[in-house]
């Protein structure tokens, strides 16, 4: 019998142990980036008060952002999931899919956990593995899963949460038995988006789900080769019948993308491409073109966090001088892939008879470190951004993780 779990931990393990320098360094900017994020979030009243409560179990994982009170490793995961995610600015693989928000907290709440210190490397390597467990099912499962109304996050964080809890666990034997279980809790539909704020809770609880999993699968449960890949599984349930993705060429951190505008990451070349524009006056007609799978993604309602329309509404009335523009709800929306998988092109007709074509990219993939030190700035101002780098820097020379995080993790 095929048991995509124990061959998916293994795929993933191994790529974390052979990682190079390139992959640790990646990994810790990553780490990084994601951390400014949950601080940013965590100043904003809304979301700092509805991270507390679900932080109130006590316990020994820090909250980012507070210099008082701990909780338990389930409660930090999901009180610094749900900061990281608010406010969508989060790391993202093939468009769809934001890995960091379920690796990154549980990584930090048992690295508070451990009875030693974890090293920066082992620390390092357990984000790689659980990258390469998010990267693979979310390459099965896009764009299938999605179109079917399916929200692929949701669906891959059981998982990958539970691959790094299981890496840094006491017994990372039990990591195929963990992903077994984490697989039966996988789901949560696209339809989060309509209206509200289950968009940004949802990857958190879901996270918490791959904790528990792990944890139990230490204890000595298990679950079924069939849960992931076999008949009536998560693979099957979600795409019809698809067997799990091979591994990529690359370790999937060296992937990612990372946005400098909090919106969907196939709305980050439509944010930039206005930004740099240098419009003024009133706008007749607008149309945005944009590949096609943006362009059914989600609820595409103008009001919608994710609505391709009402980013460019949004992105019209951020610039510097007034822009009369056209309601969301009048944009045209076009799609077609010949503008890359990251590419925008909006078309501008203006009162004045001028017209404009601007074009975006939003590929950051190719982030290195000057550009992860001017993101963190850009973040947090320049003194909270040269933590961040420090904090890459310590992980980079594999010190332990708990006194970097000491000097990072403060408000």
């Known amino acids: 019998m095929n048991d995509a779990a124990a061959n998916l931990w293994a795929d993933a393990t191994e790529v974390a142990r052979t990682a190079g320098p390139e992959a640790l360094e990646r990994t810790a900017r990553c780490a ?29 994982a820090r909250l980012v952002g507070r210099d008082d009170g701990r909780s338990s490793v389930e409660g930090a995961t999901a ?22 928000v379920m690796i990154v907290p549980p990584a930090l709440a048992l690295a508070d956990s451990s009875p030693a210190s974890i090293d920066g490397g082992i620390w390092l390597r357990a984000l790689i593995a659980g990258y390469e467990v998010a990267g693979a099912m979310a390459s099965t499962l896009i764009p299938d899963a999605s179109r079917a109304g ?6 891959i964080a059981p998982l990958a949460a539970a691959t790094v809890t299981a890496m840094l666990g006491p017994d990372p034997a039990r990591g195929p038995a963990a992903l077994r279980l984490a697989a039966a809790t996988a789901g949560g539909v696209l339809s989060v988006f309509d209206q509200g704020d289950a968009w940004r809770l949802q990857p958190a609880i879901a996270a918490v789900q791959g904790v528990q999993a792990a944890r139990a699968a230490a204890g000595g449960l298990d ?7 076999g008949e009536g599984g998560i693979i099957e349930m ?13 370790p999937v951190v060296m992937g990612l993308t990372f946005k400098r505008f909090p919106v969907p990451m196939y709305g980050q070349a439509i944010c930039a491409a206005i930004e740099g524009s240098g419009l003024s006056g009133e706008i007749s007609s607008m149309t945005v073109t944009v590949p096609e799978f943006a362009t059914a993604y989600a609820a595409q309602g103008a009001d919608s966090v994710t609505s391709i329309a009402g980013i460019a509404a949004r992105a019209l009335s951020d610039l510097p001088d007034p822009v009369i523009g056209p309601r969301a709800d009048a944009i045209e929306v076009r799609g077609c892939d010949d503008v890359g998988p990251h590419g925008a092109l909006v078309d501008i007709e203006m009162a004045d008879g001028s017209s404009h074509s601007l074009q975006g990219d939003g590929d950051t993939s190719d982030w290195g470190a000057p550009m992860f ?4 700035a850009r973040l947090l101002g320049d003194e909270c951004g040269r933590r961040m780098s ?12 708990s006194p970097a995080l000491d000097v990072a993790l403060a408000p």
């Open 32 to 60: 990084a980036a994601a951390i400014a994020e949950m601080l940013v979030a965590g100043r904003d009243p809304r979301w700092r008060q509805a991270a507390d409560r679900l932080a109130e179990d006590i316990g020994p």
């Open 238 to 250: 979600l795409t019809s019948g698809r067997r799990l993705s091979g591994a990529a060429d690359r």
């Open 223 to 229: 679950g079924s080769p069939e849960t992931i890949d």
């Open 150 to 155: 399916w929200r692929v996050t949701a669906a």
């Open 390 to 401: 420090g904090l890459a820097a310590d992980l980079i020379e594999s010190r332990f993780v």
């Open 79 to 100: 009180a610094n999931a749900l900061l990281l995610h608010a406010n969508l600015a989060d790391d993202t693989y093939l468009t769809a899919a934001h890995p960091g």
């Open 373 to 376: 030190d001017r993101h963190y």
